[in-house]
């Protein structure tokens, strides 16, 4: 490979490996609340258990009882 042949391959691995560098990983951000989504705490007299999953549910409960 003569000396030119080289300096020119550098170059284009060179453009290659920046364009590849400047390419940043997205990182999924937080979603916009939607319209109906309440953003205030849910309030009860009585007692109340609001989870997002039904173990956790059946756990508060019992706790209540």
Do not use: C, W, Y
Not at 27 to 54: I, W, Y
Request: proline share 8%; no cysteine.
């Amino acid at each position: 490979m003569s000396g030119k042949q080289l300096f020119i391959s550098l170059i284009v691995l060179f453009i290659f490996f920046s364009f590849k560098g400047s390419q940043e990983a997205r990182k999924p951000g937080r979603e916009a609340p939607s319209p109906g989504d309440s953003l205030n705490p849910a309030v009860s007299t009585n007692g109340m258990v609001s989870t997002a999953h039904p173990l956790a549910t059946k756990a508060g409960l019992d706790i209540l009882k």
